[in-house]
């Protein structure tokens, strides 16, 4: 296709359990003036072979023989796209997206020109459970805007949902975005984000998007989660050494509050009781035996 008006970029390690889903999702899409990257990242699966079975001239595959990671991934997959697309959109292997996403979010782009990046609802679906996210969309409010929705996902972490995510090309030249592996695999997205907050309106769409398979079957690096959680301190650290006039002392220790919270719920109960002791100890921020009271009321009131 010579002249696209987005740009798919679909990174790809070890998919071959869920790629051929996914594309079928993606090529099923009521937009059709797209083209699909796949960056191979290093992989010998049958990855390949399973996007160009589909036979569709909006496919294209760029092979890595060595493993770059998943930021170094990105960048390479957009330095080949088409030089007249308008608009670059996120995808993973092993997510499966309505029909009209991508028509919705190119409505979204065309109605408001101030609107550098959109994206919407998540679908959750893992062993035990299935959601939507984030919850400010699905209230059907709207994100806030420049420092205030930085600070925003600052201390919530990423509430912008990257699988889905669509941005404008002009703006990611102009400000020479890349997607940083400053923290390995973990926080690409959560970096990007962050930054591109404070160069444009970022927009969310109401409906869902996509639904996320994470079963515990599947492989992801999310699911390494000691590993994730030391990335996502670091993160917090370092943006509060990078923008000192947004993020303040206070912030950075409200941010490493809820990220310690999102640690500590995931363990078992005795750990939950332990952990919030212990950073209480070292604190001595009341946060944490506060939480510590919640917990507890929550678990003496679902067993009665």
């Known amino acids: 296709m010579s002249s696209p008006l987005v740009t798919i970029l679909l990174p790809v390690y070890n998919g071959e359990k869920t790629i051929k889903t996914t594309i079928e999702s993606l090529l099923n899409q009521t937009f059709t003036n ?11 699966d049958a990855s390949k072979n399973i ?4 036979n569709d001239s909006r496919i294209r595959v760029i092979e890595h023989p060595q493993n770059l990671g998943l930021a170094n991934n990105l960048n390479a997959i957009i330095r080949h796209a088409s030089s007249n697309s308008h608009y670059f959109a996120m995808a993973e292997q092993d997510d ?5 996403r991508l028509e919705w979010q190119v409505e979204v782009m065309n109605k408001y020109a101030d609107v550098g990046l959109v994206s919407g609802i998540a679908e959750f679906k893992s062993d035990n459970k ?13 994100f806030p805007q420049g420092e205030e929705l930085f600070k925003y996902l600052y201390v919530n972490q990423l509430k912008v949902v990257n699988t889905c995510m669509m941005w404008r090309k002009y703006i990611h030249a102009e400000h020479d975005l890349i997607f940083n592996n400053t923290y390995g695999n973990f926080n690409v997205d959560w970096d990007f984000v962050l930054r591109f907050s404070l160069l444009s309106k970022i927009h969310g769409i109401s409906k869902k998007l996509v639904t996320m398979n994470r ?3 599947r492989d992801s690096v999310t699911q390494q989660k000691h590993e994730q959680y030391n990335a996502s301190r670091n993160l917090l650290k370092d943006f509060h050494a990078t923008f000192p006039n947004i993020v303040s002392k ?46 507890v009321k929550f678990y003496t009131k679902s067993r009665s």
């Open 130 to 142: 299935v959601l939507q996210f984030p919850g400010i969309l699905v209230n059907n409010r709207q």
């Open 250 to 295: 206070k912030l950075y220790q409200k941010a490493l509050n809820m990220h310690r919270k999102i640690e500590i719920g995931n363990n078992p109960k005795y750990k939950i009781v332990l952990k919030s002791i212990a950073y209480y100890l070292m604190t001595f921020d009341r946060f944490y035996i506060d939480y510590l009271f919640k917990k």
């Open 51 to 54: 996007a160009l079975a589909f």
């Open 34 to 44: 797209f083209e699909l990257l796949l960056g191979i990242d290093g992989t010998t």
């Open 96 to 100: 499966i997206y309505v029909p009209e």
């Open 215 to 217: 079963l515990e079957q």
